[in-house]
C-alpha cells in the first residue's frame, strides 16, 4: 500500500535504519498532508505510518528524527483534528503508545510537546480521553521515575478538563494504580 502511495523509493527508505532516509520519509509526509491529491491516499494508509514511526522512534535514538516525528505528530494531529476524523482503535492505541515510550526522556522540550501531544489526541476526539487516561495509566508501572511522574501530570490534566467521564470501566483497578504511584516515594 506504501508503494502505490508514496513510490518504490519511499517505500524502500522506510525501511533504511539510516536517519537522514527516515527524514526524508517524514518530510514526504508533511508534504503529503499539503497535496490535495495524495491526501486520501495517505490517510488510507495511515495506520501503517503509525506503526512504522513507532517501530523507528524505538529503534533509533537520533535527536534529529525524534524533533522531526515530534513536529510531524503535530502537525498530523492538527490537520486530522480538522477534519471528521477518529482514530481506529489500533491506530490511536499504537499513536498513544508511541507518544508515551517517550514521556520520559531527558529532553525537556521534547517532553514538553510529547506532553501536549498526548492530551491533544484526547481533547481534539481524534481518540476518547477514556482510551487515552486507560494507557497513561499502564504507563504507571514504568521503571522510569520520569515517566511515571509526566503520566500522573497528564492523568491529571485529563481528569481536570474532562473529569470523571475519563475513568477507565475499571474505575477501581485506575484509582488503586493511580493511589499506589502518588503514594511511592519516588515520584
Given at each position: ?121 484526547a481533547s481534539s476526539g481524534l481518540f476518547a480521553p477514556k482510551k487515552v487516561f486507560a494507557l497513561l495509566v ?50
Open positions: 500500500a506504501t508503494k502505490v502511495t508514496f513510490g518504490e523509493a519511499v517505500a524502500a527508505k522506510m525501511y533504511s535504519a539510516d536517519p537522514k532516509d527516515l527524514l526524508k520519509c517524514i518530510k514526504l509526509f508533511r508534504a503529503a498532508l499539503d497535496d490535495e491529491e495524495l491526501v486520501d491516499p495517505f490517510v488510507s494508509v495511515l495506520d501503517f505510518v503509525v506503526k512504522w514511526a513507532f517501530i523507528k522512534s524505538v529503534k533509533i535514538s537520533n535527536t534529529t528524527f525524534l524533533v522531526e516525528l515530534t513536529g510531524f505528530f503535530e502537525t498530523l494531529v492538527a490537520f486530522l483534528a480538522e477534519r471528521p476524523y477518529e482514530f481506529m482503535e489500533t491506530e490511536g492505541t499504537v499513536f498513544c503508545l508511541c507518544l508515551l515510550d517517550k514521556i520520559g526522556m531527558n529532553n525537556n522540550v521534547l517532553r514538553e510537546r510529547v506532553k501536549a501531544l498526548v492530551l491533544g489526541v499502564k504507563e504507571l508501572v514504568s521503571k522510569n521515575s520520569k515517566t511515571v511522574s509526566e503520566c500522573l501530570d497528564c492523568i491529571g490534566k485529563l481528569i481536570q478538563t474532562h473529569q470523571l467521564e475519563v475513568l477507565s470501566d475499571s474505575l477501581s483497578a485506575s484509582v488503586q494504580a493511580i493511589a499506589k504511584t502518588v503514594d511511592n516515594s519516588d515520584n
